[in-house]
């Protein structure tokens, strides 16, 4: 079977959404790789079949005498073949929201009859990204290459939820992506301006009073909680919970997680569920805290049972993070739940499943105890592939780890792996991004990395590779065990381990110089340096508040890109100000408690 530009794609009547849009993205892409057909040309035809067969095991392509078959279960998985057909045999490269890579070396394309791909199929089922921000207009080429990538599933906040618009929910859902509406909301199910008056009594005590609740929902790392063994508090949550799935019965999914940080309540019935001998870990930075797995779980267990009996079909989503990592004695993760473990502040330099490494053993037994308790329910991995909630792009190349790690998930039993993202540092982490979906749909490592700087690059992908092999060994050098936050990263590695990087950016850059991604790699790099050598003489000759400022000029006069999420930059840069101001050492977000474990992790994991 020969394809060109001449060649004619039809198609049967389709009346699923689904499998129409797959049908209109083949022949967008056709177009996009061969050119619109010559008029004056004999055209020849092809005709696509779609066969929905309930007991297919994952999907397939078969290209027979004038045809090509798409078979799958379900229509989101004739889609996934699509876009798979596209990138395996058309030259598409789907790495970047918003942008197709496609290689035209040839104006045709000869396939031999018979199976193309057969049966392929997820190891998670759950695959997708955690929004910490609005959707906007940005969202569409993200849901877009979302559905390219065979991710989906969104977790989002519930306040960005009901923000979001009714055509762009329709624009997921026709792509087969879960929207999760719920992130961090004991404020959203119970807020302090509507309760806090007539319920004091919702709210957390704390060292023996009662709190005023926070009603600044941007507040960063809150730690107000709420009395959660309030019975009336917890029928309130229900209520609203019901209410609220009423109100969107799209929904299928929503969370109850507690606001993020600490802050649990003291009162007498709350202390009853705290073990005064049992501290949160260490390596879940929250050994200053008493363990809160027993009284979370026992308000989720209620919570969920309750909400069961009027919304059964209903999944509630919950947290293990900080000093709730691991299940409590007896909690079984029964139907409806599903929990969402995070590695918060984990080593990067090791897979998480490794022994040897102090850090990630710990979160490896602990998702273990979470698999053990699954009585019908789901274990989803939370991950921070962009590192550990900052934004900042600092380097963390993941891409190739996740692939193991992904692998020894599947065969544990993980049902799901969700990552935080932003697009606008996508130059930093995007490749982690592409690898994790690959991996999440069993794809082969060294294939599907090959692949990538092949459609990336093109016949640079090797001096890619080697930009990418020194980015890692920088990494690396940061010690045996390294948290990804700045001070870790720049008080362990040398200033000419940034340059090379920079300067293999730069010999990239010059061999396509009109290359988008290219340029924004050299200016990432750039970045690092500066960031660097600003870092370095703070702690060698000193700096003033000028120098910083400095620096933050340059930053917000880079070109528009996908480089850096400026409000959280802005946010480190404003806390290194205030240290200079102030005579503070400065370490990260001036955050005590944070300050106080970078601190201790300068001694142990250095």
Same mark, same amino acid.
């Given at each position: ?41 004999? @055209? ?73 791909? *057969? ?28 559905? =390219? ?44 301006? =509507? ?8 709210? *957390? ?11 600044? =929902? ?8 709420? &009395? ?16 609220? &799935? ?20 003291? &009162? ?33 267990? !209620? ?21 709730? &990592? ?88 993980? !049902? ?43 016949? !640079? ?7 990418? *092999? ?28 940034? @340059?090379?990087?920079? *300067? ?9 110089? @009109? !290359? ?91």
């Amino acid at each position: 079977m020969i394809l060109n530009k001449n060649v004619l794609l039809q198609s049967e009547k389709l009346n699923d959404r689904t499998l129409k849009l797959a049908f209109d993205e083949l022949k967008s892409l056709f177009i996009k790789r061969f050119g619109s057909p010559a008029s004056n040309r004999k @055209r020849s035809n092809i005709a696509i079949k779609f066969e929905l067969k309930p007991s297919a095991v994952g999907f397939s392509v078969i290209a027979g005498p004038g045809n090509l078959t798409f078979r799958a279960a379900a229509a989101v998985e004739v889609l996934y073949a699509v876009y798979e057909f596209a990138e395996e045999f058309l030259g598409f490269c789907f790495f970047e929201p918003g942008v197709d890579r496609v290689d035209k070396k040839s104006a045709r394309v000869e396939l031999k009859e018979g199976t193309l791909l *057969a049966n392929r199929r997820p190891l998670l089922a759950n695959r997708g990204f955690i929004q910490e921000f609005p959707f906007s207009d940005d969202s569409y080429p993200v849901g877009d290459w979302m559905a =390219k990538n065979k991710l989906n599933y969104v977790m989002t906040w519930m306040k960005y939820y009901d923000e979001m618009p009714e055509a762009m929910k329709d624009f997921y859902q026709v792509r087969g992506i879960e929207i999760e509406s719920g992130h961090h909301n004991f404020n959203y199910w119970i807020p302090p301006e =509507k309760y806090y008056r007539q319920h004091p009594d919702f709210f *957390a005590i704390i060292n023996g009073k009662r709190i005023s609740p926070t009603t600044d =929902k941007s507040a960063l790392l809150l730690s107000e909680q709420l &009395c959660t063994t309030n019975p009336e508090l917890r029928a309130e949550i229900v209520k609203n919970m019901a209410s609220y &799935c009423q109100k969107h019965p799209e929904i299928k999914t929503i969370s109850l997680i507690p606001n993020d940080g600490f802050g649990w309540c003291e &009162c007498e019935k709350c202390s009853s569920f705290y073990d005064k001998k049992a501290m949160g870990g260490f390596y879940s930075v929250s050994e200053h805290v008493y363990k809160a797995d027993k009284i979370y779980n026992d308000m989720v267990r !209620d919570v969920v049972s309750q909400l069961r009996k009027q919304l059964p079909e209903i999944n509630v989503t919950f947290c293990a993070y900080i000093n709730y &990592c691991a299940p409590s004695k007896g909690f079984k993760l029964e139907k409806n739940m599903a929990v969402h473990f995070a590695p918060y502040w984990r080593c990067i330099n090791h897979q998480i499943n490794d022994k040897s490494c102090s850090t990630n053993s710990h979160y490896a037994a602990d998702l273990e105890k979470w698999l053990k308790a699954k009585a019908g329910g789901k274990v989803n991995i939370y991950e921070y592939y962009m590192g550990v909630n900052l934004y900042i792009s600092l380097p963390m190349v993941h891409h190739e780890d996740i692939f193991d790690e992904i692998v020894w998930y599947g065969e544990k039993g993980v !049902d799901g792996i969700l990552t935080q993202f932003h697009l606008p540092h996508w130059t930093a982490y995007g490749l982690n991004y592409y690898m994790m979906a690959k991996a999440a749909y069993g794809a082969d490592k060294k294939h599907a990395v090959q692949s990538a700087l092949k459609g990336i690059f093109g016949e !640079d992908w090797k001096l890619a590779g080697r930009f990418y *092999a020194a980015m890692k060994k920088l990494v690396l050098s940061a010690g045996n065990c390294h948290i990804p936050y700045p001070y870790a990263l720049f008080s362990r590695t040398s200033v000419a381990q940034y @340059r090379k990087t920079h *300067a293999l950016a730069q010999e990239l850059l010059k061999l396509s110089t @009109r !290359d988008k991604f290219r340029k924004e790699l050299v200016l990432w790099t750039e970045y690092l340096v500066r960031f660097k050598e600003l870092f370095d003489r703070y702690h060698n000759t000193g700096i003033q508040v000028k120098d910083v400022e400095a620096f933050q000029k340059w930053l917000h006069k880079l070109p528009p890109s996908r480089i850096l999420v400026f409000s959280v930059v802005d946010m480190l840069l404003g806390a290194w100000i205030h240290c200079l101001k102030t005579g503070r050492e400065w370490l990260h977000f001036n955050i005590d408690w944070e300050d106080k474990y970078i601190k201790k992790h300068r001694e142990t994991l250095s």
